[in-house]
């Protein structure tokens, strides 16, 4: 593989991995409403009280969740023929959305990039100020030595504009509590029943969310921005998504499902989360073996003149 094309194809699966990383966690808006199908339980929304309605319920685990401030977190993304992958690790979000997550592409064309860079499987950093990827040693050869690439947030931007600026502003304010806003954002709130989830007795509740205007509520982007970012996703073939959330006894999301269209064809996303307040421990990589994303795109531009 040529060194711009390399190069261009490492920068390409980082965005997309750092989309599909910020979703592990969940993005979403707030309000909504629902009715009661109430079954017999305990107190705690987890096991389906009678006496609370889905979306009282449901803001009960968002204050839980959110108040947790970190979690080990297990997903996994399919995006139509696009790709197929899973990450696993840690990530706290008490002052910034920080972890680390090992993800490993598992089908799909990205994963057959991935093997032409020589290995399917990548560490993931995340900071408050910046998200970082660990390349291989076949992308390191072609990136002057270096193995890490760095997204700071303030130049997400540059990935395309409104969509950019959402990922950016997702990215700086993203919580697993995100999906349980989602859900409530999108006004169909609905409890399905009591389940096992892993052998812990949980409530599921689902509902279907309008993608553009859970945008318009859960973000700071101006008017403008908006009216790109929905002209972006309806040629995306993304217009809405379907959302399922687990809560447990303690009123903590256990696991989430969300399933939609693309132009790519189908995704779907799962996520468990775990042992919530565990220690989260995650380090900017050396200066010397990181290489900015900024820089690798002037590279890349340059490297593309005749």
């Known amino acids: 593989?040529?060194?711009?094309?390399?190069?261009?194809?490492?920068?390409?699966?980082?965005?997309?991995?750092?989309?599909?990383?910020?979703?592990?966690?969940?993005?979403?808006?707030?309000?909504?409403?629902g009715r009661s199908e109430g079954s017999g339980g305990s107190t705690g929304s987890g096991e389906g009280s009678p006496r609370l309605s889905p979306v009282a319920a449901l803001r009960t685990a968002e204050k839980s969740t959110d108040g947790a401030d970190s979690a080990k977190v297990e997903s996994s993304t399919t995006i139509g023929s696009l790709m197929s992958m899973t990450a696993d690790g840690a990530?706290?979000?008490?002052?910034?959305?920080?972890?680390?997550?090992?993800?490993?592409?598992?089908?799909?064309?990205?994963?057959?990039?991935?093997?032409?860079?020589?290995?399917?499987?990548?560490?993931?950093?995340?900071?408050?100020?910046?998200?970082?990827?660990?390349?291989?040693?076949?992308?390191?050869?072609?990136?002057?030595?270096?193995?890490?690439?760095?997204?700071?947030?303030?130049?997400?931007?540059?990935?395309?504009?409104?969509?950019?600026?959402?990922?950016?502003?997702?990215m700086t304010h993203t919580t697993p509590n995100q999906s349980v806003k989602l859900l409530l954002a999108s006004g169909d709130v609905r409890r399905v029943g009591t389940e096992k989830v892993r052998g812990q007795n949980t409530t599921h509740y689902a509902g279907t969310v309008d993608v553009a205007d859970l945008a318009r509520q859960n973000s700071n982007l101006s008017r403008s921005q908006l009216a790109d970012l929905k002209k972006t996703l309806e040629q995306a073939g993304v217009t809405t998504e379907t959302v399922d959330i687990w809560v447990d006894g303690r009123d903590l999301l256990v696991k989430k499902v969300e399933r939609g269209q693309t132009a790519q064809g189908g995704y779907t996303q799962t996520a468990y989360y775990t042992d919530y307040g565990t220690e989260v421990s995650a380090k900017e990589p050396p200066a010397a073996d990181t290489a900015d994303f900024t820089e690798l795109l002037r590279q890349q531009g340059a490297g593309s003149r005749p």
Not at 13 to 33: E, M, N
Not at 109 to 118: E, I, K, N, S, V
Not at 133 to 161: C, V
């Open 1 to 33: 593989m040529k060194r711009a094309t390399m190069r261009r194809a490492g920068l390409s699966i980082v965005a997309v991995t750092l989309f599909a990383g910020v979703t592990a966690c969940g993005t979403g808006g707030s309000g909504g409403s």
């Open 91 to 170: 990530l706290g979000w008490g002052d910034g959305l920080t972890g680390a997550l090992t993800i490993t592409y598992t089908g799909g064309t990205l994963a057959d990039t991935m093997r032409q860079l020589g290995t399917t499987s990548m560490q993931a950093r995340y900071l408050p100020d910046a998200y970082y990827a660990r390349m291989g040693d076949a992308f390191a050869r072609q990136a002057g030595g270096k193995h890490w690439i760095k997204y700071a947030y303030d130049d997400l931007k540059s990935l395309g504009g409104s969509s950019g600026a959402y990922l950016k502003d997702q």
